[in-house]
C-alpha cells in the first residue's frame, strides 16, 4: 500500500516539484493551494503524512493546518514547510513534528520524510499497546515475516529452559533442555 502525503503550499512551483519527486519517490500525494483547501481535504482522506508551508493566504495558514491535522482521528506525522526557519520550541509547540527548511537537497528532503514516517509509525503503535495495556486489552501481535511466521518466539521458550550466566560476557545464556532418554531393553538370552 502506498503512503499517502497531504502537501499544502500557495506557491505552485513548489507544489509541483515536490509532488513530483515524491510521487517519483512512491508515495500517493494529495496537494492543497491554500490552509483552506488543506484543512478541508483533511477531512475527506487519510493521510500517513502532512506536510504544510507555515504562511500561506495568512501568517496563521500553516498553524491552522496542523492544528487540524492534529485532531484527525487517524494521527497523521506533520511536518511544517518553510523558507523562514524558526526556533524548535516555535514549531514544536504549533504541533508539528518535523520543520523542513526549503530549498533543500531531493536527497535529504527524502531521507527526513522517510525517517520521520518511520519514527512516527513506531510512536503510534507504542502508544497503540499502551493504550491496549490500559483498557485490559492484550497486546496485538506485530505482523510476522515470513522468515518468523510459525516459528515460537526464544523469549517465550526461555522460562522452560534452565539459565547458566556466562563468565566472560555476563549475559544469561538459556541451555537446552537435555533430550528424554528412553530406557535401555535388555536383552535376554534364551537358555538351552
Known amino acids: 500500500m502506498k503512503r499517502r502525503?497531504?502537501?499544502v503550499d500557495d506557491e505552485v512551483a513548489v507544489l509541483l516539484t515536490m509532488k513530483a519527486i515524491l510521487e517519483i519517490s512512491g508515495f500517493e500525494v494529495d496537494t492543497a493551494a491554500s490552509g483552506r483547501e488543506g484543512k478541508s481535504k483533511l477531512h475527506t482522506r487519510e493521510y500517513q503524512m502532512v506536510i504544510t508551508d507555515m504562511r500561506m493566504e495568512n501568517d496563521e495558514a500553516g498553524v491552522e493546518v496542523i492544528q487540524a491535522a492534529r485532531t484527525a482521528?487517524?494521527?497523521?506525522?506533520?511536518?511544517l514547510l518553510t523558507a523562514f526557519p524558526v526556533a524548535d520550541e516555535d514549531w514544536q509547540e504549533m504541533g508539528a513534528d518535523k520543520m523542513l527548511v526549503k530549498p533543500m537537497h531531493v536527497r535529504i528532503l527524502l531521507e527526513?520524510?522517510?525517517?520521520?514516517?518511520?519514527s512516527h509509525e513506531a510512536k503510534l503503535a507504542e502508544l497503540s499497546?499502551?493504550?491496549?495495556?490500559?483498557?485490559?486489552?492484550?497486546?496485538?501481535?506485530?505482523?510476522?515475516s515470513a522468515k518468523t511466521a510459525g516459528k515460537p518466539k526464544k523469549a517465550a521458550m526461555a522460562p522452560f529452559a534452565p539459565k547458566k550466566a556466562a563468565k566472560k560476557t555476563g549475559k544469561v545464556i538459556a541451555k537446552k533442555a537435555p533430550a528424554k532418554k528412553t530406557p535401555l531393553k535388555k536383552t535376554v538370552k534364551k537358555r538351552r
Open 112 to 118: 527526513q520524510i522517510e525517517h520521520l514516517l518511520t
Open 73 to 79: 482521528d487517524y494521527h497523521p506525522a506533520i511536518a
Open 129 to 144: 499497546v499502551q493504550n491496549g495495556a490500559k483498557a485490559g486489552v492484550s497486546k496485538i501481535p506485530a505482523k510476522k
Open 5 to 7: 502525503i497531504l502537501l
